[in-house]
């Protein structure tokens, strides 16, 4: 089967399905214009989906995801295109044109109505990469729990073809043969929500992460901490022992110039805290001890929560660690020197599990497939000081963490000043035509949608 | 207690190679990484940094610990803000140094290198006048007598002159870093006993440097060997020429395996091949110590390989019977290798021959003190 090249039109193109993403999606798709997200993955959520609660309010994280979600897949404005990669982004006029691959999931998603018999049928697991390898899936199945959509994803890695999925469908939408799909999308605006990765565990060899399984990432922690968490308990990785000594190394893969990040994170710091906190809730006889060069709680709450983590008893250690070797029963021996004492500074403490405060890094390269530019951090750079969701590119603006390291509150908020930016520009681009803006109806009607809903929710907080 | 900053502290310590002060932010990191510092208790290099960060020049002046840094490089190749801890403990030792000599002239030198060099020409050009206006008669047959030429025991006078010299401002220098760093008053509230007993300490690490070895991973383990090789080429040529010049400067020409020549050779080959390869690892950076190069450092490193480059000469000369080219020579050795002590011993990176084993001394008599218990008051029975 050849791949077909199809041609596709849309207002704004948002690349990227994360909480940035989907934010953007629906700020626009609420002005009335319609909106495709690109999603590399087999589901939107991004990020954010997999975490436990968020800070300082410990809210369960995937209450607040889970809604936007399914919001942005039902929204009559909204596209939603996972599995799918941008190849290029060329301006063309004023509007972008993109070039996106569809990946082979080997399952039709016209067809698949996500009735999971395909993944009761296979016999084969593997490490579930949502769950970062903690627990198992199937070699096709839905990718989690609440993934939207939910369609199946057949993994040809460790598909043996056996075909128990394809006679267990029940509408027949299991096709090994399928090709990857390239299509060609025109938009008059892209919104680039590309987020973030974190680089390895590796990185310091100083802190023997390769040698040692208890040596996790804080994504990691957070699935263990997660309400539907693979163990439904905090396990140390190595031998499913329930940890009673558990090490937070801050700035493990940021502000360290020897690995190529010499900036802030500016996120471990808090979810360090949060995680302390959760843990000590989950384990209330574990010592809980954050290692850290300085406290950067700088939002709104963020210093009072620091404050309530002391007062609960979480031990906090200025110093960075500077080595970490493995200890007997899998335990690590953590090197810092405790700058703020004066006898002995330089101690040897052992934990059982050590969780490391890994660096925030692009998880896009824009300039490979675009004229964008990054910064030197290799984020996408916002020339304009005061307009900072604006690219060197006009109509391509930027959201989120692919700007920089942020926390959700800041992604959200710039989500929304990304798509307030995009509708200005496709305004600008309405009148330079001589037209009238087409959507001036849908807007007034959602201005006075949303005078409502805020009257519907002071009406509700009185009753609180 | 008062405490009293200087805030041109780090500003001071920038003049003396310190120039990344300002980037650490104390994590603490190379304190952790010194196998030294990680292993002893120490609290070096970030108390150091700390202390020039903060302007606490009386407790930078109280603190031995930068005589106890050998300069491995670990810790500014681990430093996450690239700040160089090794180089600011390397430079808060040319302040030491300065600060301990009470004439100035080592902060003179260091800061100005031009000085330095001027103050080497000046001491070198009056040896060379000395000899111009008061040698002995020259003469020109062989076997070359340079006994007629300079007489031994008017070298030997000028020797113990120089030495004579040269000791009390070393000493007198020591002394103050003695005082400084035991408190003044302290000082004579420790037990002699205490300070007898550590004495074996200050010669195992002068002649050992034992210490060294024990340094990280960045430093080559050919280092200890070669700076090792260097001290004994050194203390070599002290002996050869305060002790025992008298038989070393001799015009009979010995059996090439007579220890006269055998040991003169040594030292040559001592001070020649350690000066020579740390001058290549400085000109092409390869070792970490050999990052950084302040102009003390060159000095001290090209005046000892040409005092020992033309002391060989000397020898070549005499041995194969050329009168004049051994006087020459000679006149230009001496014009080298004195300046070189007089300037380089008391004043700048020479010091630290006395300086390091002294600390380590001084840490083991502290600690000994330490050790201690403090004498309690009789406990009064109460009724």
């Given at each position: 089967m050849v791949a077909m090249e199809k041609q596709i039109h849309t207002d704004v193109l948002v690349v990227g399905g994360g909480i940035a993403g989907i934010q953007s999606a629906l700020d626009m798709a609420d002005q009335g214009f319609k909106v495709i997200i690109v999603e590399r993955q087999s589901s939107i959520g991004g990020q954010m989906i997999a975490l436990s609660k968020v800070f300082p309010t410990l809210d369960c994280a995937s209450c607040i995801t889970t809604p936007k979600m399914s919001a942005a897949a039902h929204h009559p404005n909204i596209q939603i295109m996972v599995n799918t990669e941008v190849n290029a982004l060329k301006t063309v006029g004023t509007g972008q044109q993109v070039t996106v691959t569809r990946k082979a999931t080997y399952v039709d998603p016209e067809k698949c109505i996500g009735c999971r018999l395909c993944e009761y049928a296979c016999e084969i697991e593997y490490p579930d990469p949502f769950e970062l390898g903690l627990g198992a899936i199937r070699a096709i199945a839905i990718p989690f729990t609440n993934a939207i959509p939910q369609k199946a994803v057949l993994n040809p890695d460790y598909c043996t073809t056996c075909g128990l999925c394809a006679r267990a469908c029940p509408t027949d939408a299991i096709d090994y043969a399928q090709e990857p799909q390239t299509f060609t999308i025109q938009a008059d605006t892209v919104i680039v929500a590309s987020g973030f990765a974190l680089n390895s565990l590796q990185v310091k060899p100083q802190y023997n992460a390769a040698q040692s399984k208890n040596v996790i990432s804080p994504l990691t922690m957070e699935r263990l901490l997660a309400p539907h968490a693979p163990y439904g308990r905090v396990l140390r990785p190595s031998d499913g022992k329930v940890p009673g000594s558990i090490a937070f190394v801050q700035c493990a893969g940021s502000r360290d110039e020897t690995i190529g990040v010499p900036y802030c994170s500016r996120v471990c710091c808090m979810y360090a805290i949060k995680q302390a906190m959760l843990l000590s809730g989950a384990l209330p006889m574990a010592d809980i001890t954050i290692y850290y060069m300085d406290i950067r709680a700088f939002g709104k709450g963020y210093e009072q929560f620091y404050q309530n983590a002391k007062a609960m008893g979480i031990n906090f250690v200025r110093g960075k660690v500077a080595l970490i070797e493995s200890a007997p029963n899998d335990d690590m021996l953590l090197h810092v020197e405790y700058t703020e004492e004066a006898v002995n500074p330089c101690?040897?403490?052992r934990?059982?599990?050590?969780?490391?405060?890994?660096?925030?890094?692009?998880?896009?390269?824009?300039s490979e497939h675009s004229a964008l530019q990054r910064g030197p951090d290799g984020f996408v750079a916002s020339p304009d000081i005061i307009n900072p969701s604006a690219t060197n590119l006009p109509g391509v603006f930027a959201a989120g963490t692919a700007l920089g390291p942020k926390d959700i509150v800041d992604t959200i908020t710039e989500s929304g000043a990304a798509a307030m930016a995009a509708r200005r520009y496709l305004h600008r681009q309405n009148s330079d035509d001589n037209q009238s803006l087409p959507h001036n109806t849908a807007v007034v009607h959602l201005m006075q949608r949303t005078a409502t809903e805020a009257h519907a929710d002071q009406a509700a907080q009185a009753r609180l | 207690m008062t405490t009293q900053l200087h805030k041109t502290l780090h500003e001071d310590i920038h003049l003396f190679g310190g120039k990344d002060v300002d980037l650490c932010m104390n994590c603490g990191t190379?304190?952790?990484?010194?196998?030294?510092?990680?292993?002893?208790g120490g609290t070096f290099p970030r108390r150091i940094i700390r202390l020039i960060q903060t302007?606490?020049?009386r407790l930078l002046l109280k603190s031995l610990d930068p005589w106890l840094c050998y300069y491995c490089g670990d810790c500014s190749e681990n430093c996450p803000r690239q700040a160089n801890p090794a180089e600011t403990m390397m430079a808060s030792r040319r302040y030491l140094t300065s600060q301990y000599d009470w004439t100035g002239l080592a902060r003179l030198f260091y800061?100005?290198?031009?000085?330095?060099?001027?103050?080497?020409?000046?001491?070198g050009l009056f040896v060379t006048a000395l000899f111009v206006f008061l040698h002995g008669p020259m003469v020109l047959s062989t076997p070359v007598e340079l006994n007629t030429f300079a007489p031994v025991k008017w070298v030997e006078l000028g020797d113990w002159i120089m030495a004579a010299v040269l000791s009390f401002f070393l000493l007198t220098n020591a002394a103050r870093m003695i005082w400084n760093t035991l408190d003044g008053k302290q000082m004579f509230r420790i037990s002699p006993l205490i300070y007898g007993k550590a004495v074996p300490v200050f010669f195992d690490h002068m002649f050992t440097q034992r210490r060294s070895r024990q340094c990280g991973s960045a430093r080559s383990r050919a280092f200890w060997l070669k700076h090792l090789l260097l001290v004994t080429g050194y203390l070599s040529?002290?002996?050869l020429v305060l002790i025992l010049l008298r038989w070393f400067q001799t015009d009979t020409i010995y059996p090439i395996y007579n220890p006269q020549r055998l040991w003169g050779y040594y030292a040559t080959i001592a001070l020649l091949y350690p000066t020579g390869a740390f001058m290549i690892s400085r000109w092409r950076k390869k070792e970490p110590i050999h990052f950084f190069s302040e102009a003390?450092?060159?000095i001290f490193l090209v005046m000892l390989f040409l005092t020992a480059l033309t002391g060989i000469m000397v020898s070549l000369a005499r041995v194969n019977g050329f009168p004049m080219a051994t006087y020459v020579i000679y006149v230009i050795h001496l014009s080298i290798a004195v300046p070189m002590l007089v300037v380089e011993v008391p004043f700048s990176k020479w010091s630290h021959l006395l300086y390091r084993p002294l600390a380590l001394y001084l840490v083991s008599v502290k600690k000994a003190a330490a050790a201690i218990p403090l004498k309690t008051q009789p406990e009064t029975a109460t009724a």
């Amino acid at each position: 089967m050849v791949a077909m090249e199809k041609q596709i039109h849309t207002d704004v193109l948002v690349v990227g399905g994360g909480i940035a993403g989907i934010q953007s999606a629906l700020d626009m798709a609420d002005q009335g214009f319609k909106v495709i997200i690109v999603e590399r993955q087999s589901s939107i959520g991004g990020q954010m989906i997999a975490l436990s609660k968020v800070f300082p309010t410990l809210d369960c994280a995937s209450c607040i995801t889970t809604p936007k979600m399914s919001a942005a897949a039902h929204h009559p404005n909204i596209q939603i295109m996972v599995n799918t990669e941008v190849n290029a982004l060329k301006t063309v006029g004023t509007g972008q044109q993109v070039t996106v691959t569809r990946k082979a999931t080997y399952v039709d998603p016209e067809k698949c109505i996500g009735c999971r018999l395909c993944e009761y049928a296979c016999e084969i697991e593997y490490p579930d990469p949502f769950e970062l390898g903690l627990g198992a899936i199937r070699a096709i199945a839905i990718p989690f729990t609440n993934a939207i959509p939910q369609k199946a994803v057949l993994n040809p890695d460790y598909c043996t073809t056996c075909g128990l999925c394809a006679r267990a469908c029940p509408t027949d939408a299991i096709d090994y043969a399928q090709e990857p799909q390239t299509f060609t999308i025109q938009a008059d605006t892209v919104i680039v929500a590309s987020g973030f990765a974190l680089n390895s565990l590796q990185v310091k060899p100083q802190y023997n992460a390769a040698q040692s399984k208890n040596v996790i990432s804080p994504l990691t922690m957070e699935r263990l901490l997660a309400p539907h968490a693979p163990y439904g308990r905090v396990l140390r990785p190595s031998d499913g022992k329930v940890p009673g000594s558990i090490a937070f190394v801050q700035c493990a893969g940021s502000r360290d110039e020897t690995i190529g990040v010499p900036y802030c994170s500016r996120v471990c710091c808090m979810y360090a805290i949060k995680q302390a906190m959760l843990l000590s809730g989950a384990l209330p006889m574990a010592d809980i001890t954050i290692y850290y060069m300085d406290i950067r709680a700088f939002g709104k709450g963020y210093e009072q929560f620091y404050q309530n983590a002391k007062a609960m008893g979480i031990n906090f250690v200025r110093g960075k660690v500077a080595l970490i070797e493995s200890a007997p029963n899998d335990d690590m021996l953590l090197h810092v020197e405790y700058t703020e004492e004066a006898v002995n500074p330089c101690r040897k403490q052992r934990h059982d599990l050590v969780v490391l405060a890994q660096g925030m890094l692009p998880q896009w390269n824009v300039s490979e497939h675009s004229a964008l530019q990054r910064g030197p951090d290799g984020f996408v750079a916002s020339p304009d000081i005061i307009n900072p969701s604006a690219t060197n590119l006009p109509g391509v603006f930027a959201a989120g963490t692919a700007l920089g390291p942020k926390d959700i509150v800041d992604t959200i908020t710039e989500s929304g000043a990304a798509a307030m930016a995009a509708r200005r520009y496709l305004h600008r681009q309405n009148s330079d035509d001589n037209q009238s803006l087409p959507h001036n109806t849908a807007v007034v009607h959602l201005m006075q949608r949303t005078a409502t809903e805020a009257h519907a929710d002071q009406a509700a907080q009185a009753r609180l | 207690m008062t405490t009293q900053l200087h805030k041109t502290l780090h500003e001071d310590i920038h003049l003396f190679g310190g120039k990344d002060v300002d980037l650490c932010m104390n994590c603490g990191t190379c304190t952790v990484i010194c196998p030294l510092a990680r292993e002893e208790g120490g609290t070096f290099p970030r108390r150091i940094i700390r202390l020039i960060q903060t302007g606490q020049k009386r407790l930078l002046l109280k603190s031995l610990d930068p005589w106890l840094c050998y300069y491995c490089g670990d810790c500014s190749e681990n430093c996450p803000r690239q700040a160089n801890p090794a180089e600011t403990m390397m430079a808060s030792r040319r302040y030491l140094t300065s600060q301990y000599d009470w004439t100035g002239l080592a902060r003179l030198f260091y800061n100005s290198a031009l000085t330095e060099i001027l103050a080497i020409v000046l001491v070198g050009l009056f040896v060379t006048a000395l000899f111009v206006f008061l040698h002995g008669p020259m003469v020109l047959s062989t076997p070359v007598e340079l006994n007629t030429f300079a007489p031994v025991k008017w070298v030997e006078l000028g020797d113990w002159i120089m030495a004579a010299v040269l000791s009390f401002f070393l000493l007198t220098n020591a002394a103050r870093m003695i005082w400084n760093t035991l408190d003044g008053k302290q000082m004579f509230r420790i037990s002699p006993l205490i300070y007898g007993k550590a004495v074996p300490v200050f010669f195992d690490h002068m002649f050992t440097q034992r210490r060294s070895r024990q340094c990280g991973s960045a430093r080559s383990r050919a280092f200890w060997l070669k700076h090792l090789l260097l001290v004994t080429g050194y203390l070599s040529m002290l002996v050869l020429v305060l002790i025992l010049l008298r038989w070393f400067q001799t015009d009979t020409i010995y059996p090439i395996y007579n220890p006269q020549r055998l040991w003169g050779y040594y030292a040559t080959i001592a001070l020649l091949y350690p000066t020579g390869a740390f001058m290549i690892s400085r000109w092409r950076k390869k070792e970490p110590i050999h990052f950084f190069s302040e102009a003390s450092d060159w000095i001290f490193l090209v005046m000892l390989f040409l005092t020992a480059l033309t002391g060989i000469m000397v020898s070549l000369a005499r041995v194969n019977g050329f009168p004049m080219a051994t006087y020459v020579i000679y006149v230009i050795h001496l014009s080298i290798a004195v300046p070189m002590l007089v300037v380089e011993v008391p004043f700048s990176k020479w010091s630290h021959l006395l300086y390091r084993p002294l600390a380590l001394y001084l840490v083991s008599v502290k600690k000994a003190a330490a050790a201690i218990p403090l004498k309690t008051q009789p406990e009064t029975a109460t009724a």
